[in-house]
């Protein structure tokens, strides 16, 4: 992963951390967001028996990826509290 360097012709410590701070704010709204849909089996079993399961899964696989970028931009955000 690359991280910014902060130097003299470069964004402000502050202006890059402040940017940093404000997505993970925004991703830590969304997680939460997420986390409180249901997925529930009698909206899918119309679909097919195995359509509740594959549902939660992707369900499942987006609360990771928001994880995951949230885990990203964390580690871009202490580098440039660390410079």
């Known amino acids: 992963m ?19 701070t404000d997505a993970l704010n925004a991703l830590d709204a969304a ?3 997420l986390a409180a849909v249901t997925v529930h089996g009698r909206d899918y079993y119309v679909i097919g028996s195995d359509a509740a399961s594959i549902a939660f899964e992707e369900h499942n696989a987006r ?21």
């Open 2 to 20: 690359q991280f910014p360097v902060i130097h003299l012709n470069g964004t402000s410590k502050a202006e890059l951390l402040k940017g940093y």
């Open 31 to 33: 997680m939460v967001a």
């Open 63 to 83: 609360r990771q990826a928001l994880q995951n970028v949230h885990a990203e931009l964390e580690a871009i955000a202490i580098n440039i509290s660390d410079q």
